[in-house]
T-cell receptor, first 111, second 114 residues
Framework: EAQVTQNPRYLITVTGKKLTVTCSQN?????MSWYRQDPGLGLRQIYY???????DKGDVPEGYKVSRKEKRNFPLILESPSPNQTSLYFC??????????FGDGTRLSIL | AQTVTQSQPEMSVQEAETVTLSCTYD???????LFWYKQPPSRQMILVIR??????QNATENRFSVNFQKAAKSFSLKISDSQLGDAAMYFC???????????FGQGTRLTINP
């Protein structure tokens, strides 16, 4: 089954404790992206990757890092999380000119 | 930069009735895609319908159809014969043909009254 898998689905943690949200896709897609969803703001792009070892900032990259060492994986790293990063996060992937497939979302709470 | 605006934070409709969700966007490009996504309480992002800007014909998917007005930069979603399972948050989104990045509106929460 074609899918984008995010882990964890839920996480409650404390300010400053490094965390990683993993994202994996099994469709051999070149393009992968991270979005955050906040009430009244819709989804906003954090980072994206056009292919292995090619990443770039989206609209709200501050406080986040990503890497793309393998085509299927695109982890989102919060080196020093802060409460304003409490949000719902989505990973998405696609091939060129095709609609994006979304993961099921990760609810992060930073206390 | 492109922007997408959904001016209706909440909408409600009686079951079996028709409802229209509004979306406007701003872009200087002529070639792009527009989408409507549905997000039920499960949080999944489900693609409802897609429109390519160069196509004049409005897209239709079963009970879902769009009214695409390119000159007015308007892209509304019509849901006919509303069902309880249509209750969700609906997002309008824009994508340039030159990019894979989606630009989303703020969302409209749709309630279906039995």
């Amino acid at each position: 089954e074609a899918q984008v898998t995010q882990n964890p689905r839920y996480l409650i943690t404390v300010t400053g404790k490094k965390l990683t949200v993993t994202c994996s896709q099994n469709m051999n897609h070149e393009y992968m992206s991270w979005y955050r969803q906040d009430p009244g703001l819709g989804l906003r792009q954090i980072y994206y990757s056009m292919n292995v070892e090619v990443t770039d900032k989206g609209d709200v990259p501050e406080g986040y890092k990503v890497s793309r060492k393998e085509k299927r994986n695109f982890p989102l790293i919060l080196e020093s999380p802060s409460p304003n990063q409490t949000s719902l996060y989505f990973c998405a992937s696609s091939s060129r000119n095709q609609p994006q497939h979304f993961g099921d979302g990760t609810r992060l709470s930073i206390l | 930069a492109q922007t997408v605006t959904q001016s209706q934070p909440e909408m409600s409709v009686q079951e079996a009735e028709t409802v229209t969700l509004s979306c406007t966007y701003d872009t200087s490009e002529s070639d792009y895609y527009l989408f409507w996504y549905k997000q039920p309480p499960s949080r999944q992002m489900i693609l409802v319908i897609r429109q390519e800007a160069y196509k004049q014909q409005n897209a239709t998917e079963n009970r879902f159809s769009v009214n695409f007005q390119k000159a007015a930069k308007s892209f509304s979603l019509k849901i006919s014969d509303s069902q309880l399972g249509d209750a969700a948050m609906y997002f309008c989104a824009y994508r340039s043909r030159l990019s894979q990045k989606l630009v989303f509106g703020q969302g409209t929460r749709l309630t279906i009254n039995p």
